[in-house]
């Protein structure tokens, strides 16, 4: 193995720059080092103004999101050997405006994310001292869709997202998803206003890129066609049965 | 309150032209949705059809001659390839839609997949049945 | 590049974690007339508390009791523990885990639809609720996104708060730093909130992630308000090398061995009790985290460990609870050895050693969340109640963050409704001071004889050298001078980013400031308790000493910067001292 590898980075500093510029740096190849330890080892010793997220180096608190090599990854658990002897290219997340450098601003979806309201919906009266029952098979048909850590590589990945930008997206739905389905949940028919919108799920054509970018095994592009199939059925009903549907 | 995005110049990257030739994923996706347009013209081509079969001997003379036009030929090969494509992939996607669960187990997606092509072949079976000179 | 006018708030909680989002919702439901800002350095999805994996405790079984959970904890923490906060903590903790139901949280389930308990270290029952193993990660995506319904809760994601304002003797707010734009700012509240989490960081091999620099700590000691037991850091016995990431206890109460490089079950040579084929509560692997960690230490001197490139490991073994189960209650364990040390627990063992994972100590609060320094109060890994006292056991964190979060947001709304005044010139004046610092100080390019890094680096080497798992007066002695060194140094290095555009460089000098502030208060508390009690093994006093150490560190900051050590009597309610007993 040879003893460095080249990372190709892109920088972009608003102050200075109109767009995006790529920096070179010659990094140590160590076969236990993530590209996150690169562009640390880069932050550490090499420059200090390059900037990027991160924290759990786990691949749980989907901070570390970028494109690696083109293909959008946690830089945490993406290993620099797998690209020797390299170069390898790390760049912003795509279908992200871009703060700074490897920093992209993920408002968009922080502003989605409450319109699809992703809270458990009540409407009976709850009691205080007793748990809500859910069995263990209850608990499956949703326990998938609660696995996003919000990492944004299924945004990167969509290319409706990057044409339509008033896509709800996969991981909002994914979650509007993750309340419906689960058996205490009592809100489906409030979420169902905003989820069978043009800007909903019929946006998505199931390109299904979403689902191969996705770390955890979500499976966004499958809530969302799931979701077509109910949202067609509901809206059959409430055409062929007005009133007395719901 | 916080700086408005507007504010901080961000850097927006265009979307190229040619993004769906970049990954062969977004290429394949890209030739499935244009096979729509390959089902359109077979769904035409077999109304044509029945049109000329229905107007009479002459007039289905005609369209045999139509068809086997070399251009007609090659487009129908090109459409047939393009709707097997789409049947395909609309069938292996089925199951991400449909889930259905019975005494609390989920069917397996390649069960639901495998309905649609078992209901698939059951068709083909007894269109080429009926077609190909069945009593 | 800042408005002169602050942005007002009644509560400003500094910190978006279980402890934060819990302050939030409590007074968005009590007090809903009530303005309430959370600030955070990062969107609150990646606060730390995402990470944890084995569970949340709380009394549920019909065979268990709330005393029994109280005497877990009080003898887990070798008796530094305040007793009345134990007693409402086990007391809340029920009410606060089902909470946490209501909203949403996928507890896993028993076959009738019950929530499930499983064992975990130190605890004589199985008491401990958790959601697959992310139990953590679940907990904090539930808050959030409870959060989310309530428009009075004003969120100021990616903004770092450098100062506490303090004016006739009460905080009165913050200033910030606005990343994205590089703005700095004031916000003002009749009460703040701390909920900034630990200070793993300060450490080269944690558990922790990046964030976890002591921020809320430090900005408390600098503001007056006292710091509590520092000298306690808890090593949780089972880290993956290199990374130091988390397998969590869960893994040994779903049945797991810790061996060593003979394949002999070790901790049987440390009085926790004899090895058995299925896990024993209290006992042997389900013993405490520091007496685990310490039986790693003895092994190591007894060079009954494996040597790796990474340091000298143990083994755990999981081959024998089968696929079946790995994949049902320990999944994330798997996924996380198999990505980060390329081997599967199914079939191979598992390469791991302590790791530092915790700070009991903190920013000193009574029950209530209060802290000595009126309107500020501070929840979760940040605060020293104390219920966790000189050794936390596992899987009570997670609940101290619900109790405590509430508790303290309902606190400071009750402090704010009481109508504290509008801040005054004197507030202002002072954040005019604390932008002026910054801009001079850290948003200046300079050229100094060290990286930030380097500095870090050094204090790492410092930290694991003077307060690992076991101390003496002489390391702790040269790790303090060394400490003052750097904090010198430190004024001094090299800063190569001025942009005001998300300048990570300028995140990471401030947090460095912290770190050495906080890691000064831990060596100073820890010179200072001539005594061995949980966590806190000296080598020169290896007994534990009620008669002069029954008592919490309290390290305040002096007039030259420096730490000043006072004590604080434990409360006891119900079990005078005894002895810590596992396995028997």
Redesign the interface.
Known sequence: MPETITMQVTR?????DR??TIQEYAVPLRK?WAVLDGLNYI???L?????????????????CGMTVN?NPALTC?TFLHDFAPGPVRVEPL?NF?????L?V???DF?RK??TVR???I?EDE?V????????????????QF?????CMLCYAAC?VY??EPDFLGPAAIA?AQR?NL?S??QGAHQRLDLLATPQGVWAC?????CS?ACPKGV?P??AI??Y??TAATRTLRSFLLPKGAR | MSTELTDLRLYRPPIRRTWWLHRRSYLMFVLREVSCVFVAWAVVFLLLMINAVHAGEDAYQRFLAFSGNPWVLVLNIVALAFVLLHAITWFNLAPKAIVLTARGRRLAPRAVAAAHFGAWLVATVVVGWIVLGGR | MSTVEPLRHDVVVVGGGGAGLRAAIAIAQSHPQLSVAILSKVHPMRSHTVSAEGGAAAVVGVDDSLDEHAYDTVSGSDWLCDQDAVEAFVAEAPRELRQLEHWGCPWSRTDDGHVAVRAFGGMRKLRTWFAADKTGFHLLHTLFQTCLQYPRITRYDEWYATRILVDDNRAQGVVAVELASGRIETITGRAVILCTGGCGRVFPFTTNGNIKTGDGMALAYRAGAPLKDMEFVQYHPTGLPFTGILITEAARAEGGWLLNKDNYRYLQDYDLGRPEPKPVLRSMDLGPRDRLSQAFVHEQQRGRTVDTPWGPIVYLDLRHLGEKVIDAKLPFVRELCLQYERIDPVHELIPVRPVQHYMMGGVHTDIDGATGLPGLFAAGEVACVSINGANRLGSNSLPELLVFGRRAGMAAAEYAVQGAAEPGPAVLAQAADERSRLERDLLAPREGPDRIADIRTEMHRTMEDSAGIYRDAASLAAGADKLRELRERFGRTTIEDASRSFNTELVAALELGCMLDVAQTMLACALRREESRGAHQRTDFPARDDDRFLAHSMVSRDHAGDPQIGYLPVTITRWPPGERVYGR
């Open positions: 972009y500093r608003p102050d200075t767009s995006p236990e932050k550490d010793r420059d200090g103004t390059l900037s990027f997220r991160w924290s759990c180096r786990m691949g749980i608190c989907g901070s083109g658990g795509t405006p871009v703060i700074r450098d920093v601003s993920i408002d922080l994310l409450p992703p809270w458990l009540r709850t205080e001292d007793v748990e809500f029952l859910q069995t263990p098979g209850e608990l499956d048909n949703y326990k609660s696995m996003c850590i919000n290319p990057a044409a979650l309340y689960d205490r949940d054509t199931y390109v299904g890129e191969a499976d592009a499958g066609q799931r077509k199939l």
